[in-house]
């Protein structure tokens, strides 16, 4: 697990400099979920590809960017989804973007995850590991330097509805603007990793996206995006669900499924699981 951390660290360097240095033009290619990929998604796919190749205890990888899975070492036994740069449509106006891992072994599956890891790049990278715990790493002169254990409160202040509100539900409506009515505050940029960041690292929240009209099984995907959030959730004293279910108990079938997702603090969540069991009785 070391090594794979290691070399996390490593990718994490090489794709801050390709963030700093390189063009973020759009290429003529879409990823597996349609969107168009640019520059930028498909160098640091490269980075961690070849990072993680140096290490022999990583039989496959999964990448958001590649329509299927790569075997990288027969022998191995961990299996790795990611998403080599969350949020990249924010880079053209220079707000934080991030990496994510999931670390299975044996297979991807939910029931499977060992660890997940994040990094942010943002005014500074921080980097945030969750194997027994979730701890916080910083990038100062070329090394990773660790920070603190990161511990959610039992209840948080911050607010972060994802979707678009034309295609909530009305019942999920009434949630969200029932913690605005609470005194819960606002903040969203758009970015999977710096607003979940931001809720870890302020003690708690809620971080929303949920089933939509247009898209009913969510946006999120779950191997690279929801599953390593809900154990990084979890092993924080945090709780991760899909509105009723544990995000970490779903199956799922395609490497680039989707679900709705709900990260937060106890509070938040028992709140969200209320609602949701109200308005479907
Ligand atoms: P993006 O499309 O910019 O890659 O992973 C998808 C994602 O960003 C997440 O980072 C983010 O939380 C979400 O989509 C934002 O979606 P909405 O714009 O629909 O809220």
């Known amino acids: ?5 290691k070399a996390i660290q490593a990718s994490a360097i090489r794709i801050k400099d390709a963030i700093d240095t390189k063009d973020i033009g759009y290429s003529q290619k879409e990823n597996s979920s349609g969107e168009t990929q640019l520059e930028l998604d498909i160098k ?9 190749s ?8 999964a990448s958001e960017e590649k329509e299927h899975e790569v ?6 036994k961990y299996f790795i989804a990611y998403d080599p740069l969350d949020g990249s449509s924010l880079i053209d106006v220079n707000l934080s973007v991030g990496s994510i891992f999931g670390i299975y072994e044996g297979a991807f599956g939910a029931k499977n995850m060992v660890a997940s890891c994040y990094v942010v790049f943002g005014p500074r990278v921080e980097m945030v590991f969750a ?6 790493h910083l990038l100062q002169n070329g090394d990773f330097e660790f920070v603190k254990e990161i511990r959610l409160n039992e209840k948080g202040k911050l607010n972060a509805p994802g979707g678009t509100q034309q295609n909530w539900e009305p019942y999920h409506k009434e949630l969200v603007d029932s913690f605005f009515a609470e005194g819960y505050r606002l903040r969203y940029s758009g970015g999977m990793v710096p607003d979940l960041h931001q809720i870890l690292l302020k003690g ?4 929303s996206y ?3 009209s247009d898209k009913p099984e969510g946006k999120l995907r779950k191997l690279f995006e929801v599953f390593p959030f809900a154990f990084i959730f979890e092993k924080a004293y945090g709780e991760a669900i899909d509105s009723k279910n544990r995000l970490l108990d779903l199956e799922h079938k395609n490497i680039h499924d989707t679900s709705p997702c709900f990260f937060g603090s106890k509070y938040e969540i028992n709140r ?3 609602s949701y069991a109200a308005a479907k009785r």
């Not at 075997?71 to 191995?76: T, Y």
């Open 210 to 212: 949920p089933a939509t």
């Open 54 to 61: 140096k290490i022999y205890s990583v039989h496959t990888v």
């Open 44 to 52: 640091c796919d490269m980075i961690i590809e070849e990072e993680l």
């Open 131 to 136: 194997h027994n715990k979730t701890k916080l």
């Open 1 to 5: 697990m070391d090594s794979i951390f």
């Open 204 to 207: 708690g929240g809620l971080f």
């Open 272 to 274: 969200v699981k209320e």
């Open 71 to 76: 075997v990288l070492h027969e022998g191995g």
